[in-house]
């Protein structure tokens, strides 16, 4: 017997999401923060880390640290909180919690993949809507796909990734008010853009908003929450694997958070970084930038996957896209001004 024999033609189908190898290079390839915790404050996590039991399993909600979420992200009174494994792990969740038979998913297309994947993995059709060749979102063709099909479940990045493009919210709110299904506004790089629908969510009854602490500094603990009313929240929670969040991440995030000011700073610092890297990259002959709300630029060369390889003869990372609607377009994290530097001696020697 064969795994040709028993599994899903659907997943056979699929490609494992990759990672490239990144040791010994200028990591700019996955939008992170790109500071490490200064070290006074790492020397403090450590000491309550040591005190974790990690002999028991952790709380299966974790209500300190969703009680602190609530506290510092300003979710607003009489909504819930639900942690994942990442924002991932959300993603299936309610990708599987809306997947009844013959049920479909939209999103504005290119977008972060995992939508697809999800909706392939639960059996939902996955309806793709094109961008505008700028990566601008046409309000009155989504609205009018809205209306004629009618998903169970839209997702939206807001902004988007991997194009960095915020939609404007008038367009997010049409397509709220259009939809009789779930919209999940994925906000995994608020703190860049600054704009955020998290205040609203009393507004409309079917829209959660989802985000992650990864892009704000802590990628490695594997934390995301989406907030929702109870009604979502608690159907939602149903399909959550117990103890999803170890003991450590929960631990972890709420010694951090505690302390958010500290990467709010560094956030603000990558902001600072951002126009410069952007114009310097625009300079570049034979580029073209997407103007970013995010904290990275999809970037437009003559020849993707050979200043792709190009930039990593000379160590420096990036993500390399070459599919539909992305055909020679890297994607490239703000990194220290530094890093930056690095990055564009790079590029001018690559092109």
């Known amino acids: 017997m064969t795994p040709e024999k028993l599994i899903r033609a659907e997943i056979l189908a699929l490609k494992a999401y990759h990672v490239a190898d990144s040791d010994g290079m200028v990591k700019l390839d996955a939008m992170e923060n790109p500071y490490v915790l200064p070290a006074q404050l790492r020397r403090e996590l450590a000491e309550h880390l ?19 979420l609530a506290r510092k992200m300003n979710v607003p009174a009489g909504m819930e909180i639900l942690l994942g494994n990442g924002s991932d792990d959300l993603i299936q ?22 939508y697809g994947v999800n909706a392939t993995l639960s059996g939902m059709r996955a309806l793709r809507h094109e961008l505008r060749e700028d990566y601008t979102l046409d309000r009155d063709a989504f609205v009018a796909r809205v209306k004629m099909d009618q998903p169970a479940l839209i997702f939206i990045a807001y902004p988007n990734n991997p ?43 079917n829209l959660v908003v989802m985000r ?5 500094g802590l990628a490695g603990i594997r934390l995301g929450y989406l907030v929702g009313r109870r009604e979502w929240i608690q159907e939602f929670n149903k399909v959550r694997q117990a103890y999803n969040v170890n003991v450590l991440t929960q631990a972890a995030a709420t010694f951090v958070l505690e302390r958010l000011e500290v990467l709010e700073e560094q956030a603000a610092r990558i902001r ?22 995010a904290n990275f ?26 599919g539909p609607g992305l055909k020679n377009c890297l994607r ?20």
Not at 166 to 191: K, N, S
């Open 212 to 216: 992650t602490v990864s892009k704000l």
């Open 50 to 68: 040591a005190r974790v039991d990690l002999n028991r399993y952790p709380d299966p909600t974790g209500r300190k640290l969703r009680e602190l």
């Open 93 to 114: 969740i309610v990708t599987f919690a809306c997947a009844r038979p013959g049920a479909a998913m939209l999103f504005p297309a290119p977008t972060f993949v995992m």
């Open 163 to 205: 194009t960095g493009v915020l939609y404007p919210e008038a367009d997010v709110i049409a397509v709220l008010r259009a939809a009789e299904g779930l919209v999940v506004l994925d906000e995994a790089y608020h703190v860049f853009a600054q704009q955020s629908f998290m205040p609203r969510l009393a507004e409309f009854p």
């Open 272 to 293: 600072a970084e951002r126009p410069g890297l952007g114009n310097a990259l625009a300079a570049l002959p034979g580029v073209t930038v997407t103007p970013s709300a």
């Open 332 to 351: 490239i994290t703000v990194g220290t001004p530094d890093e930056n530097r690095i990055l564009l001696t790079a590029m001018r020697e690559a092109l």
């Open 297 to 322: 630029f999809l970037v437009r060369v003559p020849d993707g996957d050979r200043t792709y390889e190009a930039l990593r003869r000379q160590g420096v990372l990036v993500r390399n896209f070459n």
